[in-house]
């Protein structure tokens, strides 16, 4: 028995590895597919609030890798998810009974910050980096389905 748990918890480690690296590739490819911004932004926050190494090292990997494919200002995520962090985290943490609603507050804010760090942005740089359509409310629902999950 503790042989199979064992190996359960390995191919869960390396689908999380193969997800991390390959799904921002294929959404550069597949402009259909959800972003996730908002979820790693909140297993970042989690990370950040002491849940363990990987709710930090994976999230990281996976903002850096999309931002890197998808051609965004790099590390704008991280620093989005830290002005959320530094700023709005601890009056979301007034619904810490729960959970669910703090994960889904959190995500919409965190993609909220993102999208208004990006506009910021594009405005100051005068370059068109996001395009505001209905794959981005896709991608936002995506989040916060993840996020209940």
């Known amino acids: 028995m503790h042989n199979r748990w064992f190996f359960l918890k390995i191919l869960l480690g390396l689908f999380l590895i193969l997800f991390v690296i390959l799904y921002p ?43 890197i494919n998808l051609s965004l200002p790099l590390m704008m995520v991280v620093f989005a998810t830290l002005l959320y962090y530094l700023t709005l985290y601890e009056r979301v943490l007034v619904l810490k009974k729960c959970r669910v609603c703090v994960a889904v507050l959190s995500v919409v804010l965190i993609d909220l910050y993102y999208l208004g760090s990006l506009i910021v942005y594009d405005v100051v740089m005068d370059t ?15 989040d916060i389905f993840m996020a209940v999950l």
């Open 25 to 67: 590739m294929l959404i550069s490819i597949y402009v259909f597919l959800p972003l996730f911004i908002g979820f790693a932004g909140w297993s970042l926050v989690r990370g950040i609030d002491g849940e363990g190494w990987g709710y930090i090292l994976f999230p990281l990997i996976y903002l850096t890798n999309l931002e």
């Open 128 to 142: 068109g980096s996001i395009v505001i359509d209905k794959l981005l409310w896709y991608s936002l629902l995506a």
